[in-house]
């Protein structure tokens, strides 16, 4: 299958280093389509170049938050969603450009920050309907995880440091979905009515059951993704005419 990586991506003094490191990343992953959505009112050159250097199957996308949604400086980061306009632009690129049953595939929501192994994309290719594995340095814990029975092998529970009572108590980074599944369910986006921290959750809801989640990465034992976070740089200076 193909494997639709949908990445929402903003301008700030690290993006280019972080659309390098995961640029660099997919470079080594066959079956991959990159879905870049950067929140912007326009395509922009920096990433346009990243693209096209990049040798990787991709389509560039565009789509701004709207400045209420939008995180102010001073804002804590949890006080709004980030990334729901950008993915649900990816969401309906593929409902508008892939054809169900035809197209084979499977989508995960990737954000430019964190860390992937190369062996995540392993896993995630096994994936028949909804794929969930740990997640790396997340919710106040170094990973959180679906528990597994451990007899019938399937989930019963979650380990997070945060609500583990969701419904469903897995990062954005923890899932993949089929893309058969995101070509039928066509009410399935994200929103900000949400509850905040609850996107994962209230999204795959529209799929799936704790009961039918399909473990994965040696069932939930082997972290292959961290959510890193990137320290803000102190820029006091800008060097002119440089793409950093
Ligand atoms: C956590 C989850 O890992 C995210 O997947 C989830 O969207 C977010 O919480 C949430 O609850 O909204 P966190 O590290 O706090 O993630 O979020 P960011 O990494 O800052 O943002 C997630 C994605 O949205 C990134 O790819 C980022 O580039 C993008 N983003 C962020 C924008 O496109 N615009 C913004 O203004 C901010
Ligand atoms: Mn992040």
Wanted: proline share 5%; charged share 25%.
């Amino acid at each position: 299958p193909t494997i639709y990586a949908i990445t929402p991506t903003y301008y700030r003094h690290v993006q280019k280093a972080e659309l390098t490191r995961i640029s660099q990343t997919l470079a080594l992953v066959p079956n991959i389509h990159w879905v870049v959505v950067e929140d912007s009112e326009e395509k922009t050159d920096l990433v346009r170049r990243i693209l096209n250097d990049s040798n990787i199957i991709f389509t560039h996308l565009n789509a701004k938050t709207p400045p209420f949604e939008q995180l102010k400086d001073k804002d804590p980061r949890w006080k709004k969603h980030r990334g729901v306009e950008q993915r649900n632009a990816g969401l309906k690129w593929l409902r508008d450009h892939l054809k169900v049953n035809e197209d084979k595939g499977v989508v995960y929501f990737m954000d430019d920050d964190n860390t992937y192994s190369i062996k995540l994309f392993k896993e995630i290719s096994k994936v028949k309907r909804v794929g969930v594995w740990p997640v790396g340095l997340v919710g106040g814990l170094n990973a959180e995880l679906p528990i597994l029975d451990e007899k019938t092998g399937k989930v019963i529970g979650y380990k997070s440091g945060w609500k583990p009572d969701r419904p469903f108590a897995i990062d954005m980074a923890g899932f993949a979905i089929n893309l058969d599944l995101i070509l039928t369910k066509l009410q399935a986006n994200f929103s900000y009515k949400m509850e905040h921290g609850l996107q994962e959750s209230e999204f795959l809801s529209f799929f799936t059951t704790k009961e039918n989640l399909e473990p994965l990465a040696s069932n939930c034992t082997e972290v292959y993704v961290w959510h890193t976070r990137t320290e803000k740089p102190k820029i006091n200076g800008l060097i002119p005419d440089l793409e950093v």
